[in-house]
């Protein structure tokens, strides 16, 4: 198999609970309809900076679009984690106020909003924001030092995301859903190294390829 | 809980012997210990009551399992809470808990007295160790046949199979001749008729503690000591955050009023326990202005320094998988080449994929393709993690924040630095665990600078003068007040600090049987 199938075969194994498997599901069909959350300039930056950030070329086939921005501004209006950095505003709010602080600072040092600078420059400034180098000190937006505390933030909720979707873990092969059945809760048998279950995922992504042939 | 147990139930005019805020590894001992005694106990729960099969490996949606309500986290270092932390619902933090259950060291109990820094606690192991070894008999602990640090040390059930991690850290171990051997893990290893409860089965080594465990196999209070609760006529009321701790014109605790279903109720009592843990116990206190004439509500708020290296390996290792944390090894307790007092206990880590990658992208910025890389090593993971001492600072503490919370209470602010004792550890561990991982070839090594658990804030000791309450966790200045949770430690030790909690939950209850 060269790539995931649109839907990925672990949903359908009996190793999988009817409510994972119904968690997992979820993620499948969330679309870009329109912003939850964020106003449309900061989605349009978020959309931009995501492929930049964590690029999923190399794990996932061209045509399969996980709506990581959709699911990310959605889940910014959700259950968050319960915490966060005393010194960021509430985690909507950061996130509106960082993604157009980003926007501001590409314009000024660019003459360019955010969405139109190549790929290269957009990681430049990304690097520069973790880095604590970019910031704005006025209303509404972010200081260089919050900018870099809602870096983690960020890079935090893409792997959420990205890791918690049943087309990454069949790609890369991740068992962590397949922990047992409504019925039957089997378990693993086989725990220590080189000892796949028949059961359990063999990497697909691109990247692995060469690893999982080695197996 | 067992379905076939029909609770008892409390009007809320009757007055309570004893209400517990709280139904974790703090309050669930000692509702068991006190109905089993004949008092009439209520637990308020502010969580739900959750179903175990229900629980999912999901670790978004096993979010469910964690207290969501807004901490605000400051310091140097401030602390991520959410995952593996606090948690909500009948169970508390032992639901999500990763079952991990070392002694606490004999040293760690009078650290101030071997070294001069830090507190001793008001008593020693000899104190604490019956009822140790009571909460192990009864709530079920595997462990290895032999335990090279206490070779008189017995445990019922032999330990879960070990994953690729425990493999690998053995044989580090063994390249720097490191003694090692299968961990406490609060878990059984065969079926078992658990008495109030009923059938818990093995652990079927799926890897997903810290989401809940959907078999029984995993020790909570769940499965043990809440059913045990019920079986003696005590009440447990899910869905109830309590807020105000009402008194009499004597000054004493005549009851709480609690929110549940978004109505405001009040329960009466003639004691009140909080078992809250250390953010939400302090809490109570600070909002409702109580037992803090010491001022040290809220103070020498602690963590356990939990540095983690990760490694990647040439073979499958599928880190999801088996038991997560199972080799340990305590000879770091004391290590001659010290640059700190104290000392910390090392673990294998397994590790379920989200968690795993969240530690990758907070602690990194790589970006880019090599980030998509670097997630996608996750099969081939590995790690090794700390549990140590971390000493009281006074710069370290609990307070009201200015913002109010969905119930318009104040959100609790953390504040966490780690002082010159931490950062020594941290690097000696850094060190050590990076040293142990290239010794068995373990390539693109990674350092994660971590602190987990929380600890303190309501200090136990002898003098009232500076600290909130007496050695059995009886406020000093409420007598009908009492505290049973890791808020009251006076240090961190480096011990996991559950096994801890509920041995000292069991002590309380005697003291509170005397009284």
């Known amino acids: 198999m060269s790539h995931p199938p649109d839907r990925p075969e672990i949903l359908d194994s009996d190793h999988l609970s009817a409510r994972t498997r119904e ?55 959700g259950p968050r984690d319960g915490w966060r950095f005393a010194d960021l505003p509430p985690d909507a709010e950061a996130w509106e106020s960082a993604l157009l602080t980003l926007d501001d600072v590409a314009a000024d040092q660019h003459g360019l909003r955010f969405i139109h600078l190549t790929p290269d420059l957009r990681g430049a400034l990304l690097d520069a924001v973790m880095d604590g180098q970019i910031g704005l000190d006025r209303a509404g937006r972010l200081t260089a030092s919050q900018m870099k505390r ?62 999982d042939s080695s197996e | 809980m067992s379905s076939s147990t029909l609770m008892k139930t409390f009007a809320e005019t009757d007055i309570a012997d004893v209400v517990i805020i709280g139904s974790g590894a703090g309050g669930a001992p000692l509702a068991a210990e006190l109905a089993r005694n004949g008092k009439s106990v209520v637990v ?7 179903s175990a099969m229900s629980h999912t490996p999901d670790e978004v949606a096993a979010r469910e399992l964690y207290w969501l309500h807004e901490r605000l986290s400051a310091g140097t270092n401030p602390q991520a809470f959410g995952g593996n932390n606090s948690g909500t619902g009948l169970g508390g933090s032992l639901l999500h808990y990763g079952a991990f259950m070392p002694r606490m060291d004999a040293r760690d109990f009078h650290l101030h007295t071997e070294t001069g820094k830090g507190v001793d606690w008001p008593f020693g192991l000899d104190e604490l160790l019956p009822y140790i070894e009571r909460v192990e008999s009864f709530i079920g602990v595997s462990g290895p046949a032999h335990y090279p640090w206490d070779p008189d040390r017995r445990y019922a059930y032999p330990p879960p199979p070990a994953n690729s991690a425990a493999l690998k850290m053995r044989e580090a171990c063994d ?93 009466k009592c003639t004691i009140l326990v909080l078992a809250a843990g250390a953010v939400e116990t302090p809490r109570l206190l600070l909002t409702n202005g109580l037992a803090n004439s010491s001022g040290q509500v809220g103070q020498n708020y602690m963590t356990h320094v939990s540095t983690q290296v990760w490694g990647e390996f040439d073979e499958d290792i599928r880190p999801n998988r088996g038991y997560p944390s199972l080799t340990i090894t305590e000879d770091m307790m004391r290590p001659k080449d010290a640059d700190f007092v104290g000392g910390y206990l090392v ?74 004792n931490e950062w020594a550890m941290h690097h000696h561990a850094a060190r050590l665990l990076t040293q142990m991982w290239e010794a068995v070839g373990a390539k693109d090594i990674r350092v994660i600078d971590r602190a987990a658990h929380m600890i303190g804030t309501c200090r136990m000791g002898t003098d009232a003068g500076s600290n909130v309450v007496n050695p059995v966790g009886r406020s000093f200045d409420i007598d009908n007040l009492w505290i049973s949770d890791h808020s009251i430690f006076p240090s961190a030790a480096a011990a996991n600090p559950a096994l801890a909690i509920m041995a000292l939950s069991l002590r309380t209850a005697d003291a509170m049987l005397k009284t």
């Open chain 2, 44 to 50: 308020l729960e502010a969580g739900p009551a959750f």
């Open chain 2, 175 to 267: 390249a720097l001749g490191l003694r090692h051997a299968d961990g406490p893990a609060a878990l059984i290893t065969r079926d078992i008729e658990q008495p109030h409860f009923g059938t818990r089965h093995a652990c079927a080594n799926c890897g997903a503690c810290h989401q809940g465990c959907r078999n029984g196999a995993k020790s909570g209070t769940v499965n043990t000591w809440l059913p045990m609760a019920v079986a003696y006529g005590a009440e447990l009321r899910p869905g109830c955050f309590a807020h105000t701790i009402e008194r009499d014109s004597s000054g004493r605790v005549s009851g709480v009023v609690y929110r549940q279903d978004g109505l405001e109720h009040r329960q």
């Open chain 1, 150 to 211: 809602w870096s983690g933030d960020l890079r935090g909720e893409i792997v959420d995301c990205i890791m918690s979707d049943p087309r990454i873990q069949q790609a890369l092969g991740i068992s962590s859903s397949l922990t047992g059945g409504d019925t039957v809760f089997q378990g693993f048998t086989n725990v220590g190294p080189d000892s796949r279950e028949d059961f359990e995922p063999k990497a697909t992504a691109p990247l692995l390829q060469m690893a």
């Open chain 2, 347 to 420: 673990q294998s880590l397994g590790m379920m994929p989200a968690t795993w990658g969240q530690n990758l992208a907070r602690g990194t910025t790589t970006r880019g393709p090599a980030f998509a890389r670097a997630l996608a090593g996750y099969n081939r993971s590995a790690g090794m993690g700390i549990n140590g001492e971390c000493l009281p600072r006074p710069e370290n503490r609990v307070t009201l924040s200015n913002e109010k919370d969905a119930f318009g209470i104040p959100k609790p602010l953390i504040e966490h630095s780690y002082g010159p």
């Open chain 1, 23 to 77: 968690i997992l599901t979820a993620r499948l069909s969330v679309s870009a309809t329109q912003p939850q959350t964020l106003s449309f300039q900061a989605y349009a930056v978020l959309d931009a900076l995501l492929p930049v950030l964590l690029p999923l070329d190399e794990i996932l086939p061209a045509s399969t679009d996980i709506a990581m921005t959709a699911r990310i501004d959605a889940a910014l209006s």
